[in-house]
């Protein structure tokens, strides 16, 4: 299951996002995931079924890219160095690739729960 979020709250409310956006630059830039080459989505842990399940979905590509970027930031903490600035994630390459997969994925889950709890009345 994935974590609650604000974030359809604060966008509904215009004057709300405009406060918030800078402050949320700040935070996922002072994270520094960026640093080490990651994006959001590679700190997701694998230990949900409903994410494991979303790791196979990915397309061969962006799963063999996500491993690079894994190993990568490994071996750069192993050495307690970061990246060169150009080899650095940039906030605009900084995308959900993975977020909406779990989300579809959860979605199937629930659809297949309510299924399976349906009563079939006679009459």
Known sequence: MSAPSLANAIIKRPW???MVKPI???YADAAGYRKLG????????????NVL???KRLPQKEAYDRVFRLRRAFQCSLAHQLLPKEQQTKPEEDYP???????QVEA??????????AVVQRK
């Open 53 to 55: 399940l979303a790791l």
């Open 38 to 49: 990651l994006r959001a989505d590679d700190l997701i842990p694998e230990e949900s079924e």
């Open 97 to 103: 690739y993975l977020s909406p997969i779990i989300q």
């Open 24 to 26: 949320a630059a700040w």
């Open 108 to 117: 199937e889950a629930k659809e297949r729960d309510d299924w399976d709890a």
């Open 16 to 18: 709300l996002a405009k």
